[in-house]
């Protein structure tokens, strides 16, 4: 079955360059390969989203700037629309510049986020909220980029019974009134909200937002997780690295994915459509999703993963 999600945040244009070293001051360097394509926390996990049977939505500015063009096209050949929040925006989206070093797959990454062009609540499209009011939304994905919309959307989402999702890759101001709607946390290693300097401190801080489902990525580190009050760990697949960025943003795709579906297949007679998130539900989709990610880190670039079967 098809699912569809709404992915709140930040949209860029990523050019990557997989090098043998990262450049040091003064130094010039051939790349070994490079690609460019759309990216992004909320676009990446869009994208996976789509890739794995689903319609998803980008709701982020990419404004009229001739670079656009570059962006819509990768993610339209993805299958994904976008809603955009600024479409008469002058300057350019964000554009990062990103190094991955080729023995280990790890990435530097030089970026501009949305911190110039913040989206106001009203200036959410009317169609947005439409399917949202018309209950056309299963999910909805906020990576906090565009925080007065994410947390707009967050409280309509909630009013209506959908599913909502917090990426937190690191705390920016505000998140707060995003966190205090979300049905589900799955954050970075490097997620620490104000007061925290270690994991289980984050969680707890995330349980007081009263989100019954947490989640601490830590790259090949085993997965942090707390499921109504249950304080466990969930092994990742082992892999050779080829290349880590947006493994982060896939991976919250998938779990999207992969939480819906589990939904899905336990509906009863007594839901509309499908049964509410269950621990069981929560780390199954945690599995999978973790499957998905460490697949696309054998692969160069944040496309070339959707060529190949696991």
Not at 198 to 224: C, K, M, W
Not at 281 to 304: K, N, Y
């Amino acid at each position: 079955m098809s699912f569809r999600g709404l992915f709140v945040g930040l949209t860029t244009l990523d050019c990557i360059y997989q090098v043998e070293s990262i450049p040091q001051s003064n130094q010039k360097v051939v790349a070994i390969a490079s690609t460019m394509a759309a990216g992004g926390p909320a676009t990446n996990a869009a994208v996976a989203f789509q890739h794995l049977g689903n319609q998803a939505t980008i709701l982020s500015v990419v404004g009229q700037h001739p670079v656009h063009h570059l962006v819509t096209n990768d993610v339209h050949q993805q299958g994904v629309a976008i809603a955009d929040l600024v479409p008469t925006h002058p300057d350019p989206p964000p554009v990062s510049s990103i190094f991955v070093t080729q023995k280990t797959g790890d990435r530097a990454v030089v970026s501009m986020n949305a911190t110039k062009c913040q989206a106001k609540a009203e200036q959410i499209p009317p169609n947005i909220l439409q399917v949202l009011n018309h209950h056309h939304i299963d999910i909805v994905l906020i990576d906090g980029h565009q925080m007065a919309v994410g947390a707009a959307i967050a409280a309509i989402a909630k009013q209506h019974g959908i599913l909502v999702v917090v990426d937190g890759g690191s705390w920016k101001s505000g998140f707060e009134s995003v966190l205090k709607y979300a049905d589900v946390a799955i954050c970075s290693a490097n997620f620490f909200p104000p007061g925290c300097t270690h994991h289980e401190q984050v969680i707890t801080a995330l349980a007081n937002f009263s989100i019954p489902y947490i989640a601490i990525t830590r790259g090949d580190r085993p997965i942090l997780y707390c499921a109504d009050g249950e304080h466990e760990t969930l092994p990742v697949p082992p892999v050779q690295a080829v290349d880590t960025l947006g493994a982060g943003d896939i991976f919250h795709g998938a779990w999207c994915h992969y939480a819906l579906s589990a939904m899905q297949r336990n509906a009863s007679r007594e839901y509309e459509g499908r049964s509410p998130l269950t621990v069981r539900h929560f780390v199954t989709a945690l599995e999978q999703a973790a499957a998905i990610a460490t697949h696309s880190c054998q692969f160069f670039g944040t496309r070339q993963w959707m060529q190949f079967r696991m």
